[in-house]
Nanobody, 121 residues
Framework: QVQLVESGGGLVQAGGSLRLSCARSGRSFSSYAMGWFRQAPGKEREFVAGIYWSGGRTVYTDSVQGRFTISRDNAKNTVYLQMNSLKPEDTGVYYC??????????????WGQGTQVSVSS
């Protein structure tokens, strides 16, 4: 089993910044990717950003490109999401997910419990 624990959510004004963390523990994989997803009230969960652990390739959804940065710390088995220039539409519960690197982002194997991000206008 894999455990993912998120932290760093909170309430921020529009234009502000937050940094989310997701620490992984438990079973190890030879090749995998970790990503951030979010779910706004009344909407489906959507992909935000992802990083492939081997090589560090990153991918972003268009709406956060240039504002959010995903990164990893191999020694700490932790992935981060630096969120700048936050907008009210970024509000939602942010989840960390882990998938095999060959799978698409709709095939997440493990999820964290989520952390709330609220952006006020």
């Amino acid at each position: 089993q894999v455990q993912l624990v998120e932290s760093g959510g909170g309430l921020v004004q529009a234009g502000g910044s937050l940094r989310l963390s997701c620490a992984r523990s438990g079973r190890s994989f030879s090749s995998y990717a970790m990503g951030w997803f979010r779910q706004a009230p009344g909407k489906e969960r959507e992909f935000v950003a992802g990083i492939y652990w081997s090589g560090g390739r990153t991918v972003y959804t268009d709406s956060v490109q240039g504002r959010f940065t995903i990164s990893r710390d191999n020694a700490k088995n932790t992935v981060y999401l630096q969120m700048n220039s936050l907008k009210p539409e970024d509000t939602g519960v942010y989840y960390c997910g882990l998938k095999r690197d060959y799978a698409n982002w709709g095939q997440v194997d493990y999820w964290g419990q989520g952390t709330q991000v609220s952006v006020s206008s």
